[in-house]
């Protein structure tokens, strides 16, 4: 059971490059999301899914796009990379959207944009 | 505008003290109030969720309160150690049944030998 398995750990792009960060999750939870972390801002919510075929956006969605194809898995994709998005990005998962629920976090993947 | 605040500056202890952090939130009536620990470099781990009636939440060394006339948390541990140095987070869900779990900006604790 890996919990929650973000890939790469760490990138670098050139501002309009595209990339895709992976995430994955074998714990059958039906809620994930898509966390930036910037210093001095905690975490902030990009996008979110409460369930396969179902996504939408968080507090700071714009330059971003997600697709929910599985249970699994919940890629995030950067359109055209610009240097404002470097940051830790951060998945998670929970059993369900319900308030009661803790998050279980993936390691991070901590993207420079140059 | 909805806001949870903790204290941005690091709080330095020194070991087997009391360590408490301080989480304020405007603008929410949260059901639940969760509480996280980030070390440097991995992602943020759960630790404790209180639930709107609760007044105290315990487990092991740690404690948390809940005061939704204040609209504040407090996060205890007691007999800190070194290995407790870490940032906490808290965190609690926006307005409806999104799942949108918003969180403060943490507050990094440095516990001393």
């Known amino acids: 059971n890996a919990g929650v398995t973000q890939t790469p750990k760490f990138q670098v792009l050139k501002t309009g490059q595209s990339m895709t960060l992976q995430c994955a999750q074998d714990?059958?939870?039906?809620?994930m999301s898509w966390y930036r972390q910037d210093p001095g801002m905690g975490l902030r919510l990009i996008h979110y899914s409460v369930g396969a075929g179902i996504t939408d956006q968080g507090e700071v969605p714009n330059g971003y796009n997600v697709s929910r194809s599985t249970t699994e898995d919940f890629p995030l994709r950067l359109l055209s990379a610009a240097p404002s998005q470097t940051s830790v990005y951060f998945c998670a998962s929970s059993y369900s959207r319900g308030t009661d629920q803790p998050q279980h976090f993936g390691d991070g993947t901590r993207l420079s944009i140059l | 505008s909805q806001k949870i605040e903790q204290n941005s500056e690091a709080l330095n202890i020194q070991e087997g003290k009391t360590a408490t952090l301080t989480c304020n939130y405007t603008?929410?009536?949260?059901?639940?109030l969760q509480w996280y620990r980030q070390d440097p470099g991995r992602g943020p781990v759960f630790l404790l969720l209180i639930r709107e009636n609760e007044k105290e939440k315990r487990k092991e060394r740690l404690k948390v309160t809940f005061d939704t006339t204040l609209k504040q948390s407090l996060f205890h541990i007691t007999a800190s150690q070194p290995a407790d140095s870490a940032t906490y987070l808290c965190?609690?869900?926006?307005?409806?049944?999104?799942?949108?779990?918003?969180f403060g900006q943490g507050t990094t604790l440095q516990v001393k030998p």
């Open positions: 714990m059958n939870h039906e809620y």
């Open positions: 965190a609690l869900h926006g307005s409806g049944n999104t799942g949108k779990l918003i």
């Open positions: 603008n929410y009536s949260p059901a639940y």
